[in-house]
C-alpha cells in the first residue's frame, strides 16, 4: 500500500535563510510522526508545506489520491458569533464530497466530534472558551470530517493536565495518521510511533528513527556519539595536513597539488561540522538576591473567590530556599490567580498572606505580554544600549544574545518576527537580568524546543530561591518541582507527592462507579480557639534552624555524590545515595509542619 504522504528533497527558504533542504520521509496510514526541532528549524513552515498552505522552494510533496487531510495551527481562530456546534459544522460543511462510504447525518457526527473532546455544552459561544477549549474545538473541527491524516500543531499548548491525557487517548484510538509537531516529552512517548528531528547535522538534515520517543533518544544518542568521533578524527587529521602545509616551498609542489586541494576541502568540512554544532544551543542561569530569610512568603488560610466562584481556600503555604513547588489543575481551577496572589498583584479575599522584607519576586508570564512587536532583538535583549549588566558584571548584547542562540545577524530583526519559541527565549532573557528571592513562573516551556527545555530544566535545579511553577510539561514538572499542589477549581486544595499520584487519583475517578450523587464534604473551618501550645510554639521557633540543617544534609549528600571517587565505588554511592534521600525527604516534611504551624498562629486582618 503507497504512504498516505511522500515528501521528496523539499526544502524551503525565507529572506535567504534556508529554513530546511533535501527533506525527503513518508507517512504511512496509520502512523503516528512526532516531529521535532530547534526553534525556528521550520517544524511548522513544514506542515504548512504538506497541507498546500505554503509552497516548498525545492521538492516535491505528494499526497495519495483521495486523502483527506486536516491540519490544527498552534493559536486557532473562528469566525465571529458562533457557538462550538455551529463552529463544528460549518468546518463539516466545508469539505468536499467524502472520498469514504456515507457516513452517520451531520448532527450525529458534530455531536460525536464535540463529545469525544469533552464539551458538554455545545451552545457555548466560541468568544467566552479559554485557549484550552479553544485547541479543542479546533481538533474536534478536524476531526469531524473522518479524515486519513491529521497535522497539529503544538497540540498540547494550552490544555491542562486532565485535557493533555485525553488527547493521548483520542489520538491513540483514531484510525488516522497523525504529524505531530510537540515538545511535550511524555506526550511523544505515549502516542507516537516514530520520530523525525529536522537538524542540518544529520546526513539529508533529518534523523528517523520507528518506535518510542526514548528509543529515538537511545538510537541519536549513539549517532551522536559516532559524530563526535568522527569530528575528533577529521580535527585531528586537518591538523596533521596543516602541518604539512606549513613546512615549506616544497610542500606546495605542483605534484602534491591534489594533497593541498584535499587539506581545503577537510578543513572546509570541519569548520561546517563545527559550526552546525553550535546551532541555538541556550545557556540559563537565573540570577539569585542571595538572601538566607527562610520564609520569604507565607499563606495562611488562604482563600480567593473572584467574582463570587470559590477557586480556592484554607491554603497554607511556606515558601523558603530551595523549596520548588507545582501547581496542577484544569483550566480556571486558579493557578494563575495564585501566582498573581504570590507576585502580590491581586489582594486575598480570605487569609493572610505575608512577605519578607524587601522581598524580590520575579514573574514570568505565558502570554508574553511585555515584549514590544516592532522592537528590535537587540533593544529587547539589551533595553539599556550594547551591554547588560548579568550577575554584577557587563555583558556586550552580542556575547548576551548568543547565550540564548541568537546570531548577531539577528539582532536588528523586529521581535514581531520571531518564532514563539525565539520569542519565549527573549522573555526568559529579560528574565535573567532581575535577581530574585522568588520565582514565578505561568507556561514558561511554551513553544520550547526540547534542546533549550533541557537547558531551563538544569537552570531551574540550581536556583538557589523560591519557584512556584505552572506548566503542561511533565516531564518537567517531575525532574524541577519537590512538592506540588493540586487545585480543583471548586475550592478543595490538596498537596500531592509527584504527577504520579495525580494520575492514580484520576484512574481512580474515571474507574469509580457512580452511586447517589454526594455534595463535597464541606471544607472545615477555622477554629479560632485553636491555637500553638507551648511545645508547637518552641518547634517553630527552631523550625528555621532545622531545616537549614536538613538542607545542609541534603546538599552534603549531593556534593559527596559529584565526587568521582565516590561515584565509582557502589558500597558508598549507595550509601549517600540513601543518605540524599532521606535529607531531601526531612527537608519536605519539616516544610509540611511548617506549613502546618503557621496556621495555627492568630491571623493578622487584612487592612
Not at 72 to 87: D, I, K, M, N, Y
Not at 212 to 222: Q, V
Not at 231 to 242: F, G, K, M, Q, Y
Not at 286 to 300: H, K, M, N, Y
Request: proline share 5%; net charge neutral.
Amino acid at each position: 500500500m503507497p504512504p498516505l504522504l511522500r515528501l521528496s528533497d523539499v526544502g524551503l527558504s525565507f529572506g535567504g535563510r534556508a529554513l530546511f533542504e533535501h527533506v525527503s520521509l513518508t507517512v504511512d496510514a496509520g502512523e503516528r510522526l512526532g516531529v521535532i526541532g530547534r526553534n525556528g528549524c521550520g517544524k511548522t513552515s513544514l506542515l504548512s508545506g504538506i497541507a498546500g498552505e505554503l509552497p516548498f522552494d525545492e521538492g516535491e510533496c505528494r499526497l495519495a489520491k483521495g486523502v483527506r487531510l486536516a491540519r490544527v495551527v498552534q493559536e486557532p481562530s473562528f469566525p465571529a458569533g458562533l457557538t462550538c456546534r455551529e463552529a463544528v459544522l460549518e468546518a463539516l460543511r466545508r469539505l468536499p464530497a467524502s472520498p469514504h462510504e456515507e457516513g452517520p447525518a451531520e448532527d450525529v457526527r458534530v455531536t460525536k466530534a464535540l463529545a469525544s473532546l469533552g464539551f458538554e455544552a455545545a451552545g457555548q459561544a466560541v468568544e467566552t472558551l479559554s485557549g484550552g477549549w479553544r485547541k479543542r474545538l479546533a481538533i474536534a473541527c478536524a476531526l469531524v470530517s473522518d479524515p486519513d491524516l491529521v497535522l497539529l500543531d503544538e497540540p498540547t499548548n494550552h490544555l491542562d493536565l486532565e485535557g493533555i491525557v485525553a488527547l493521548e487517548d483520542l489520538i491513540r484510538a483514531q484510525r488516522a495518521a497523525f504529524v505531530l509537531v510537540t515538545h511535550d516529552r511524555v506526550f511523544l512517548e505515549r502516542t507516537v510511533t516514530r520520530m523525525v528531528e529536522l537538524d542540518r547535522r544529520y546526513p539529508g538534515g533529518t534523523f528517523t528513527q520507528a518506535g518510542t520517543y526514548s528509543r529515538f533518544l537511545e538510537k541519536r544518542a549513539e549517532l551522536l556519539a559516532g559524530r563526535a568521533q568522527s569530528l575528533e578524527s577529521l580535527d585531528n587529521r586537518v591538523r596533521r595536513e596543516l602541518e604539512w602545509l606549513h613546512r615549506g616551498p616544497k610542500a606546495r609542489a605542483t605534484k602534491a597539488q591534489g594533497r593541498i586541494d584535499e587539506a581545503h576541502r577537510m578543513m572546509d568540512e570541519l569548520a561546517r561540522m563545527q559550526a552546525d554544532e553550535k546551532v541555538g544551543r541556550a545557556e540559563l542561569d537565573f540570577a539569585a538576591s542571595g538572601r538566607r530569610t527562610r520564609r520569604l512568603v507565607v499563606a495562611r488560610n488562604l482563600g480567593c473567590a473572584p467574582g463570587g466562584r470559590r477557586l480556592f481556600e484554607g491554603l497554607d503555604l511556606v515558601l523558603g530556599p530551595g523549596r520548588r513547588l507545582g501547581l496542577v489543575g484544569p483550566n480556571g481551577s486558579g493557578k494563575t490567580t495564585l501566582l498573581r496572589l504570590l507576585a502580590g498583584e491581586l489582594r486575598p479575599d480570605q487569609g493572610e498572606l505575608r512577605f519578607a522584607e524587601h522581598v524580590q519576586v520575579v514573574t514570568f508570564d505565558q502570554h508574553r505580554g511585555e515584549l514590544d512587536p516592532d522592537q528590535t532583538l537587540k533593544a529587547a535583549l539589551a533595553p539599556a544600549g550594547d551591554a547588560v549588566i548579568y550577575l554584577g558584571r557587563s555583558m556586550h548584547v552580542v556575547g548576551w544574545a548568543a547565550r540564548f542562540g541568537f546570531d548577531p545577524g539577528a539582532l536588528q530583526q523586529p521581535v514581531g518576527r520571531l518564532s514563539g519559541g525565539e520569542r519565549a527565549r527573549v522573555q526568559i532573557a529579560r528574565l535573567m537580568l532581575r535577581p530574585a528571592d522568588v520565582l514565578l513562573l505561568d507556561e514558561p516551556t511554551n513553544d520550547l524546543d526540547i534542546a533549550t527545555l533541557e537547558v531551563l530544566e538544569d537552570a531551574l535545579l540550581d536556583f538557589p530561591g523560591a519557584l512556584v511553577l505552572v506548566s503542561h510539561d511533565r516531564y518537567l514538572v517531575d525532574r524541577v518541582c519537590t512538592t506540588l499542589l493540586a487545585l480543583d477549581g471548586e475550592g478543595r486544595v490538596s498537596y500531592l507527592a509527584d504527577l504520579a499520584q495525580w494520575e492514580a487519583e484520576r484512574e481512580a475517578r474515571r474507574g469509580a462507579v457512580p452511586k447517589v450523587p454526594r455534595a463535597a464534604p464541606p471544607v472545615r473551618p477555622r477554629d479560632p480557639g485553636k491555637s500553638l501550645s507551648w511545645k508547637e510554639k518552641r518547634e517553630l521557633e527552631g523550625m528555621e534552624a532545622a531545616i537549614g540543617a536538613a538542607e545542609g544534609r541534603l546538599a552534603a549528600a549531593t556534593r559527596a555524590l559529584d565526587d568521582p571517587a565516590i561515584a565509582s565505588s557502589a558500597v558508598d554511592a549507595e550509601r549517600w545515595y540513601r543518605a540524599q534521600g532521606e535529607a531531601r525527604a526531612e527537608v519536605d516534611a519539616l516544610y509540611a509542619r511548617w506549613a502546618e504551624l503557621e496556621a495555627k498562629r492568630p491571623a493578622v486582618p487584612n487592612s
